[in-house]
């Protein structure tokens, strides 16, 4: 049975979108479809054109990262669109380099429709970058926080050692799972997100801040779990409205490392009266992230 040419197959959908003029070519000429000739794909990455035919039949199925490299920028690909095609060539996509804390417009419209649930943007090693009104009302004004770093790792874990009952937010916010599996959770994504950025110091110096300070976050570090926290179960204690039982929920931005985090309440339950009571007094419900962490580590 063949195997697919994943490489070919992106390799030519790529070609034969890029237009000619934007690549710094003559448009003109008898052309058969609107993107690049194999021939001006070759000259542009520095290959033969032989070579670029048999990658896209599937003759050559094993490019270098330095060919695969080249491809990816004469085609001028988005970063996913790279990783993508270094995949499709049984290779590692590129190390990233820093952890980005910039919010993307479109992630700002993104979070603008959430506007009737908690919401807040973290960078990918869980430094709050951005947040909207209702968090505040629902989880405490981040800047009351205390985290070193604006960061909630350092919030969870803090250098005296304290947790138990000691609130991480404005008031207690309480993991279903345990503070246990939480913890692992949350420190289990950020070596994800260390091993995506080795090159990245701000990243590197601040775990060896927490392995530092914190024995619990070094023992979890040791385990070498790594995985992509997706969501839990929680338990707001509010102090106005009393306990809220929510769901947290992860998602990546498309494009992006960033991590939207949302709380809502299911349909129909105490929970749901309880956010309704605080949507109404929250100001502008209908507008997007209301709040960003300033200075450098603030959203660009």
């Not at 960003?292 to 580590?297: C, V």
Request: net charge neutral.
């Amino acid at each position: 049975m063949a195997t697919t040419n994943h490489f070919g197959i992106a390799l030519r959908g790529w070609r034969e979108r890029v237009s000619p003029r934007d690549s710094g070519l003559e448009a003109g000429g008898d052309r058969r479809i609107p993107g690049l000739r194999r021939e001006e794909l070759a000259g542009l990455a520095g290959l033969s054109v032989d070579y670029v035919v048999r990658l896209e039949q599937g003759r050559a199925r094993n490019p270098s990262a330095q060919v695969v490299t080249a491809l990816a920028r004469a085609l001028r690909l988005e970063p996913s669109e790279r990783d993508h095609l270094f995949r499709c060539a049984h290779l590692a996509p590129p190390s990233a380099g820093n952890v980005s804390r910039h919010v993307p417009a479109r992630v700002h419209r993104l979070v603008g429709q959430l506007a009737g649930n908690p919401t807040a943007v973290f960078a990918a090693d869980w430094t709050l970058v951005s947040w909207n009104p209702m968090w505040s009302e629902a989880i405490g004004d981040p800047r009351t926080y205390g985290w070193g770093e604006q960061n909630l790792l350092a919030g969870m874990f803090r250098p005296d050692g304290v947790r138990g009952r000691a609130p991480i937010a404005a008031w207690p916010v309480r993991s279903w799972a345990g503070d246990e599996v939480e913890e692992e959770d949350l420190v289990a994504d950020l070596r994800v997100t260390a091993a995506a950025h080795p090159h990245d110091t701000r990243l590197a110096a601040f775990v060896d801040r927490m392995l530092r300070d914190s024995p619990r976050f070094a023992r979890l570090w040791s385990n070498g779990t790594a995985r992509t926290h997706v969501g839990d179960r929680k338990t707001v204690e509010h102090p106005r409205v009393g306990d809220l039982d929510l769901d947290l929920d992860v998602v990546m931005a498309a494009g992006t490392d960033l991590r939207i985090v949302t709380y809502t309440a299911a349909a129909g339950t105490t929970d749901a009266e309880k956010m309704d009571t605080l949507r109404a007094a929250c100001p502008e419900p209908g507008r997007g992230p209301a709040h960003a962490m300033s200075g450098p580590d603030g959203p660009s």
